[in-house]
């Protein structure tokens, strides 16, 4: 009795400091933001004790904003370019990177390394590449691109500035993906590729065939965890487009790309932090269902 | 034979068509030291004929205090992974090898924790960080990410695998329950301890978000929020700019490459088990 009271204590020493920080700074500010969320926050002052409670006025504004509706669609069209994308040229790099061939590894390094750079530099690079007049791409482009694209530049068109946010999100982590799908492919059994060439099946169908469905796990892996990349999207964006350029749509100018990260970031600089607070907890329910719902369908 | 050459072929094919995605993938970064290293004003000239120069590395570091930002990015990455990994290796010692009251209770909330969105965090911590007066300082920085889920995890799954009978003959040689972390439990964890310490030093490397909320003046500014503060100064100056974005991305690019090895194992296995 009085070992185990020994190892309670000093079981609770040695996850004390974990278990410190993750209260101070995970479990309250989790409680506390949906407080917060009943709140109205207009100061800095106040915001633990004397807060006005407005009930759900967070919740119905934020869900009437037509700003918000249009940050919900142009997050769920990045998500609807990203995460195929981002599935295919890993699974293109995965397949390549499966041949042994010289210098095999060294270019696996190659296509990882972009993954693990900082998204907000990499933006800033991508948007020098990629300006009007001056961006190497767009001069090297300019014969295909008309002179309009070539003088606003493919971030300052809205018609492919989110195919060029994807296309760079996606180059840059595509290598994450290829090594996620690499492991996946070397636990496939070998016997069922030699079953498939018996029946003569050709490469392409044996990837549709079996490949793919095999490494499904993975590919539910990478939509889940894009949902959630495209919901809390905000260094690369932040980087890149600032959420322009400007269209009219609803009844009022919106940013082609002012995605739910960039509109949830201008609560927070506003200080209106108690509808950022109901927003970030809309934004966790939408994820959360969107998340329930895929996985429930793969099951199947 | 003919199999043989077929093969051939196709490796032939496949290192081509790999050889142009990588220059395609790599080709922003190559771009960016390249421009880095043209002279001043010269970022918007396409040609070879300038020559290249250290000018725009000087620039940034002295006079627009990219030395300072580059410090306190490295203060603010260097005490946030070895304090995280620390805190994570300590937590998981004790959820792998001992029993208490509410373990499996804590270890499921923790990991649910890593379902939410980090933008839900930012809110409150912030608040948090406010009230203890923490709002620029490196405290601020570092201590509110001090508690890595990920890295307890992927911890805790490889304390397991250590045989119990290692600390229990450790135990009746009169080795105290620390001298068995420090100088047993820690040594058998050094690969995965090392992997978490990268990660954990790349993701404070590149925590823009929150570097951009708690780091309010100049003095406190890391790379990426001077970066950010710069290019709003000074619209078009590119050399200037690819020479900052070079010195924020070579040291994360260095060290990648040469553990490449920890980086990619952990994030699999965390991906993989998660």
Sequence with gaps: MRESLREQVESYIYIGPFLLIFVLFIGFPFIYAFFLSFHRVTTLQDVFGGLEFVGFRNYIFILKDPRFHWALLVTAYYAILIIPMNIAFSLILASLMRVPFKLNSLMKTGFFLPFVLDAFVVGIVWTFLLSGRFGIITNLLRPLISEALYRQGFLGTPSTVMPSVATAMVLKGGGFGMVLYLAAMQNIPKEIYEAADIDGASGLKKFFYITFPLLKPVTTFMVITGLIGAISAFAEFYAMTGGGPTVFHFGMPQGMTKVTGLYLFDFIQSLRLGKAAALAFILLLITLSISLIYAKLQRK | ?274
């Design chain 2, 1 to 274: 034979m003919l199999n043989y050459r077929g093969n051939r072929v196709k490796k032939i094919i496949v290192f081509l068509v790999s050889l142009g995605l990588l220059i395609v993938v790599l080709f922003p970064f190559v771009w960016m030291l390249y421009t880095a290293f043209k002279p001043p004003g010269t970022g918007l000239i396409f040609s070879l004929k300038t020559g290249l120069t250290l000018e725009n590395f000087k620039k940034v570091l002295f006079e627009y205090n990219f030395l300072r930002y580059f410090k306190n990015s490295f203060i603010v990455a260097f005490f946030s992974a070895t304090f995280s990994t620390l805190f994570a290796a300590m937590a998981a010692y004790a959820f792998a090898k001992k029993r208490f009251f509410m373990k499996n209770t804590l270890f499921w909330l923790f990991i649910a924790s890593m379902m939410v969105p980090g933008l839900l965090y930012v809110i409150p911590q912030f608040l948090v960080v406010y009230k203890l007066r923490w709002m620029n300082t490196y405290q601020g920085m570092i201590v509110p990410h001090l508690a890595n889920v990920f890295g307890l995890f992927i911890l805790t799954q490889f304390a397991k695998e250590i045989p119990d009978s290692l600390i229990e003959a450790a135990r009746i040689d009169g080795a105290s329950d620390f001298k068995i972390f420090l100088f047993l439990m820690l040594p058998l964890m050094v690969p995965i301890v090392a992997t978490v310490y990268l990660l954990n030093f790349q993701f404070h490397w590149s925590n823009f978000l929150w570097q951009l909320i708690v780091a309010q003046t100049d003095r406190m500014y890391t790379v990426p929020v001077g970066l950010a503060m710069f290019k709003n100064a000074h619209q078009e100056a590119y050399t200037l700019e690819m020479a900052a974005s070079s010195l924020s991305i070579i040291p994360i690019a260095i060290i990648f490459v040469f553990a490449q090895r920890y980086f990619i194992e952990g994030i699999t296995q965390g991906a993989v088990k998660g």
